[in-house]
C-alpha cells in the first residue's frame, strides 16, 4: 500500500510538473555563436584554379576545405583585383561570428558575403557549397552554448557573364555576375527547448526570385533565387538571423491533467476505504 502511494504520488507531482514547464515563459535573450564557410567548390573548367583561403576553425575540424574566401582569375588590366567571393572574417578570432543578447523577433547581423566583381582573364567560379553552424545560449550567465540546430549546406550556383551586351539579366553592361542559392527551405529552422517551439530565418539581403532567364544561364530550375552582382566592384549583402516564439508545444489541458491528478488520490483513497 505505501509503494502504491508513493507510486501515486510521484507521478501526480511529475504531471504537474511536466505542466508548469510546458507554460513557463519563452526565453526571450539569446547569446549566439555562427561559423560559415565554404567547404566546397567547383572551377568552371577542369585544370583551372579556384584559390581558397582564411579557413574557419569549426568546419576545417570537419573536412578539408573551410575556406571564407575563394579567388579565381586573372586581374583583366593593372590595378584590377582577383574577383572573388568571401564572407567577413569573424569577430572572435577562429573565424567565428559572436553576439549577445538577441531578443526575440529582432535581428542580429552575423556576417557580410562579399563578392568582388572584376573584369578577369582565365579561371573562374563555377559553384561552392556554403556550410554554416549556429549556436544558441539561452542561458547567458553560463557561457554555455545549450542549443544546437542542425548545421546548414547552401548550395551556390554562379555564372561569370561574358561582359557584352548579350546580358542574361536585365542590368548595364558588362553584364551582372549571377548567383542562385539553394534550397530556400533552409533559410528557416525550428527547434524546441522547453516545451516552446522557436523558428531561427536566415535573412539575406537582396536575395530574391530570379528571372527565368538568370535561372536558365546559371543552370538552375525556373523559379530560382539568388541576387546578381555589377560588374567593376564590391557587391556586398549582410546575413542576418532572427529568433521568435511560435508558442507551446501542444501538451495536456490544465482540465485533463486536474482530472488525472484527481483520479489518482481516489485510488489512494479507494485503497484506505477497503484496508479500514
Not at 547569446?31 to 574557419?56: E, H, K, L, M, R
Amino acid at each position: 500500500m505505501k509503494t502504491l502511494k508513493k507510486l501515486i504520488t510521484v507521478l501526480t507531482l511529475s504531471t504537474l510538473g511536466f505542466a508548469f514547464t510546458a507554460t513557463a515563459m519563452p526565453i526571450n535573450l539569446w547569446d549566439w555563436q555562427v561559423d560559415t564557410a565554404f567547404t566546397g567548390y567547383t572551377p568552371a573548367a577542369p585544370n583551372t584554379t579556384v584559390t581558397p583561403s582564411n579557413d574557419n576553425v569549426y568546419w576545417a575540424s570537419q573536412g578539408p576545405i573551410a575556406a571564407t574566401k575563394l579567388a579565381w582569375g586573372s586581374p583583366f588590366a593593372p590595378g584590377i583585383i582577383q574577383s572573388s567571393l568571401e564572407r567577413t572574417v569573424g569577430n572572435n578570432g577562429f573565424g567565428s561570428d559572436i553576439g549577445t543578447g538577441l531578443a526575440l523577433g529582432a535581428l542580429a547581423q552575423t556576417t557580410t558575403l562579399v563578392h568582388n566583381n572584376f573584369i578577369i582573364t582565365g579561371n573562374t567560379l563555377q559553384g561552392a557549397t556554403l556550410s554554416t553552424r549556429l549556436l544558441l545560449d539561452p542561458n547567458p550567465t553560463d557561457g554555455i552554448y545549450d542549443v544546437a540546430p542542425t548545421a546548414l549546406n547552401f548550395n551556390i550556383d554562379f555564372l561569370e557573364t561574358s561582359n557584352d551586351d548579350s546580358c542574361e539579366v536585365v542590368s548595364p553592361v558588362p553584364c551582372n555576375d549571377i548567383f542562385v542559392i539553394s534550397p530556400v527551405a533552409n533559410l528557416n529552422q525550428g527547434f524546441m527547448l522547453n516545451g516552446y517551439d522557436y523558428n531561427i530565418e536566415i535573412l539575406v539581403d537582396g536575395l530574391g526570385v530570379l528571372t527565368d532567364a538568370a535561372c536558365a544561364a546559371a543552370g538552375a530550375a525556373s523559379g530560382c533565387s539568388g541576387f546578381t552582382t555589377i560588374e567593376g566592384e564590391e557587391n556586398d549583402f549582410d546575413v542576418n538571423i532572427r529568433i521568435t516564439s511560435l508558442g507551446i508545444t501542444e501538451v495536456p489541458e490544465p482540465s485533463t491533467i486536474l482530472l488525472l491528478s484527481l483520479a489518482m488520490f481516489g485510488i489512494v483513497a479507494s485503497s484506505r476505504s477497503k484496508h479500514s
